[in-house]
């Protein structure tokens, strides 16, 4: 059994990743009287380069098949589940605890649409697999420098919500930096490979949607389509037995 120190010392890439969103998000509250233009096209920038890295993480799949029956299984299961309203209720609740001021966002956008950019992506997985795998953490640190800033710009524009997104980043990379020392013993590192090259184009895709959505081109429901990260791993499973 893992010791205290242990523990401690797998998640801490997360932590650190999760020190650095609430700094960002902190140092945003100071900017949100900024005028607005000068929020839109804040936004805009994020949404294009958002759109860029999910374009570069959807194109890495080697199975495209397996990117789509992920995201087909995941949709059928994320609607039947309602994921989406489950998630605005929660920032919504979350939102009734605390207020804002002069926002035109409520909290519960910007900690959905928070979440989503911190907790989709191959730095999540891949650094925290790294976390758990090896004790390297460089991976996270980095992306915790990367998520301070974006939290920052977030913060100017969708308000205090963007805080509340540590939650999710440090329940979902804590758990696969933790499940991280224990899965070379269950899967062959040729079968984990291929999975999370996969999964990085299953979550560049969703990321690509969270451009579009923050552009206001489209009002995809990316919530519905989360379990899609969690059903990529058994397609591809599938996908190796045939």
Known sequence: MKSYGDVKMVLYG??????????????????????????????????????LIGLQM??????????????????????????????????????SKFTTKNSDFSIAQGFVTASLIFVIGAMSVIGAL???????????ITKGVIDGFVGLVLTTTLGFGVIFSVIPVLL?????ALLATQIDQWLPAAFLNGMIVELTAVGGLLI????????KITQIRIGNLLPSIATVGIIYYIYQLM
Request: hydrophobic share 55%.
């Open 58 to 95: 959807a194109f890495e799949t080697e199975v495209i098949i397996v990117v789509l029956l992920s995201l087909l299984t995941g949709a059928i299961i994320g609607e039947w589940l309602h994921l989406e309203e489950g998630l605005n209720r929660l920032g919504s609740w979350i939102g």
């Open 130 to 140: 790294d976390s758990g795998l090896r004790g390297d953490h460089e991976i996270l």
């Open 208 to 215: 690509l949607a969270i451009g579009l959505n923050l552009l």
């Open 172 to 176: 979902y990379q804590g758990a696969i």
């Open 14 to 51: 997360t932590l650190v990743n999760a020190v650095f969103i609430i700094i960002g998000s902190l140092l945003g509250l100071f900017f949100t009287k900024i005028p607005e233009r000068y929020k839109e096209t804040v936004m805009h920038g994020i949404g294009l380069a958002v759109i």
